[in-house]
C-alpha cells in the first residue's frame, strides 16, 4: 500500500498484561522504524528493521520490548508485562535507504 | 552530542504572519534535516528536507535556513495560515539512518 498501516488505533492493557502492535509498512519499503511518542511529544526511537533483520535497537528496554518483521506479514512490537510508563502513542515508519521517513498514524497505547 | 535542541516551545501568530522556528545541532555526521508537520491524532507528515550542502531551500510557503558552520537550522512558514495550526518537528539522522527528532513546536496561526 501507499500508507504505513498501524493497527490496532487504541489499545487498553491493565498494568501486566501483553500488548502487541502492528504495523504494515509502503510496499517496496525495506526499512521500519518504531518510535515511542510520549505526552510532551518527545520521539523515543525504540528499533530498526531492514528487511527482517534488525539493523538498529539500542533504543528498546529488552527485558520486555520485543519487536519483529517477518517476511509476508506485518511487522509487531509486544511489549510483556506492561508498565504505567509504557503509555505513549507507538509510531510506525517505514523508508527506503535514502529516501524521507513515513509515518503510520500510530497506536495509542493506555495502561491502566 | 545525538541532541536536537528545537524552540520555542510554542508559538502564536497572526494569519498572514511569518512562523519561524529554530533547531541546533552538535554532531557533526548529521547529513540530511527534515522538518515533520503533525496534527492532532496523525502521525508526523514530511513537509521539506534539506542536505547540508546547500545553505536554503524554499517549497512553497515554507522555507529551510541551514547555517553549517553554526549547527543551526530553521523552518520559516511565509503567510502563515490557520490551517498550518500544528505541531512541526525537526530533526537530523546521522549515517546510522537513526532520526533525531527535537522535542516539536506547537504553532497557533489566529485567524
Known amino acids: 500500500g501507499e500508507e504505513v498501516a498501524q493497527t490496532p488505533k487504541h489499545l487498553v492493557r491493565g498494568e501486566g498484561q501483553k500488548a502487541k502492535l502492528y504495523c504494515a509498512p509502503i510496499k517496496g519499503h525495506s526499512y521500519v522504524f518504531w518510535y515511542q511518542q510520549v505526552l510532551k511529544n518527545e520521539f523515543k526511537f525504540l528499533i530498526s528493521?531492514?528487511?527482517?533483520?534488525?539493523?538498529?535497537e539500542t533504543g528498546m528496554p529488552k527485558e520486555r520490548f520485543s519487536a519483529k518483521c517477518l517476511p509476508n506479514s506485518p511487522c509487531s512490537l509486544e511489549i510483556q508485562a506492561t508498565k504505567l510508563e509504557d503509555s505513549a502513542v507507538y509510531f510506525c515508519?517505514?523508508?527506503?535507504?535514502?529516501?524521507?521517513?513515513?509515518f503510520g498514524n500510530g497506536t495509542r497505547l493506555t495502561v491502566t | 552530542q545525538q541532541q536536537v535542541k528545537q524552540s520555542p516551545q510554542s508559538l502564536i501568530v497572526q494569519k498572514g504572519g511569518i512562523s519561524i522556528i529554530n533547531c541546533a545541532y552538535e554532531n557533526t555526521a548529521f547529513d540530511y534535516f527534515p522538518w515533520y508537520q503533525q496534527f492532532p491524532g496523525k502521525g508526523p507528515a514530511l513537509l521539506i528536507a534539506?542536505?547540508?550542502?546547500?545553505s536554503e531551500k524554499k517549497e512553497g510557503r515554507f522555507t529551510i535556513s541551514f547555517n553549517k558552520s553554526a549547527k543551526q537550522f530553521s523552518l520559516h512558514i511565509m503567510d502563515s495560515q490557520p490551517g498550518d495550526s500544528a505541531t512541526y518537528f525537526c530533526a537530523a539522522k546521522p549515517g546510522t539512518y537513526k532520526y533525531i527528532f527535537g522535542t516539536g513546536t506547537r504553532l497557533k496561526v489566529l485567524a
Open positions: 515508519a517505514s523508508s527506503q535507504w535514502s529516501s524521507p521517513l513515513h
Open positions: 528493521f531492514q528487511n527482517e533483520n534488525v539493523f538498529d
Open positions: 534539506i542536505r547540508p550542502d546547500v
